[in-house]
C-alpha cells in the first residue's frame, strides 16, 4: 500500500520559474493537505481539500494555487518562484474530517536560487 | 492566530533510559491532540493521539499525558532506542474544522549510547 506518494523529491528553480509538486493517495481518502516546512520550524497549512473539485486556503497561501479534480491528486503550483518558497512541501491526507490523524508523504525538497 | 509550541529544542537522553518531551498549547477550545516523530528525509509519522476527554493514553513504549487546566501536553517514551533518535512533534486540532492540524516546532530528540 503506497499511501500518500510525492514528487518529485528534491527540485531547483530559478526566481521566477515555475513548477508543480505532485501529490498523490490510494486511501481513497476525501481530505488532502499541503504544508511547508523551514527549517527548525513546526509544519504550516498552505492549502487544504475536503473533497474533489473543492480547496480552501490555509494560513499560508500566497504564491501557491491547488486543484482537486479528483479524489486521488492534489497538486500543489508555484507560479512565480521566490526565494521565500525555499521549504521541504509536505502532502498529507485523511480519512475523515477532523480529530484524526493525518498521513503524510515525504516531502518534496524545494531550493529557489 | 492560537499556536502549539516545545519547551525545548533538543533532548539528550542516555539509551535505556526513560525520555519526556513537553508540549504547551494556547487555544482552549483544541480539543484533539496529537503526537508525530519525524526521522531525517521523512515525512511525520503518528505517533499517538489524545482527545480532550481524556488525560492519559498509553501505546508500545509511549504514553501522552494531556493537562488541561495548565494546557501542557507531553509524550513519554520507555526505554529509549537508537531508533527513537528524531524530532518530535506536538499537533492540535480545534474539532469540527476540516483544515488540519497545527503544528509546535518540533524537539529533537538524540539517544546517547
Known amino acids: 500500500n503506497a499511501g500518500v506518494t510525492q514528487t518529485p523529491k528534491f527540485r531547483i528553480l530559478k526566481i521566477g520559474q515555475s513548477m508543480t509538486l505532485q501529490c498523490a493517495q490510494d486511501?481513497?481518502?476525501?481530505?488532502m493537505y499541503w504544508y511547508r516546512q523551514d527549517p527548525g520550524m513546526g509544519l504550516k497549512l498552505i492549502y487544504y481539500s475536503v473533497g474533489a473539485g473543492i480547496t480552501d486556503k490555509g494560513e499560508v497561501p500566497n504564491g501557491y494555487n491547488v486543484s482537486r479534480s479528483t479524489t486521488e491528486d492534489f497538486p500543489l503550483r508555484l507560479e512565480l518562484a521566490a526565494p521565500s518558497q525555499t521549504s521541504v512541501y509536505f502532502c498529507?491526507?485523511?480519512?475523515?474530517?477532523?480529530?484524526?490523524?493525518?498521513?503524510f508523504g515525504n516531502g518534496t525538497r524545494l531550493t529557489v536560487t | 492566530g492560537e499556536s502549539v509550541g516545545l519547551h525545548l529544542p533538543t533532548l539528550s537522553v542516555q539509551e535505556g533510559d526513560n525520555s519526556i518531551i513537553n508540549c504547551a498549547y494556547s487555544?482552549?477550545?483544541?480539543?484533539?491532540f496529537i503526537w508525530y516523530k519525524q526521522e531525517s528525509g521523512k515525512g511525520p509519522q503518528f505517533i499517538i493521539d489524545i482527545r480532550s476527554n481524556m488525560d492519559k493514553r498509553q501505546g508500545q513504549r509511549v504514553t501522552v499525558l494531556l493537562n488541561k487546566t495548565v494546557k501542557h501536553l507531553s509524550l513519554q517514551i520507555a526505554a529509549t532506542q537508537p531508533g527513537d533518535s528524531a524530532v518530535y512533534f506536538c499537533a492540535e486540532s480545534s474539532g469540527g474544522g476540516a483544515d488540519g492540524l497545527t503544528f509546535g516546532k518540533g524537539t529533537h530528540l538524540i539517544i546517547q549510547p
Open positions: 498529507a491526507s485523511s480519512a475523515v474530517r477532523s480529530n484524526s490523524p493525518l498521513h
Open positions: 486511501m481513497n481518502h476525501n481530505y
Open positions: 487555544n482552549s477550545a483544541s480539543d484533539y
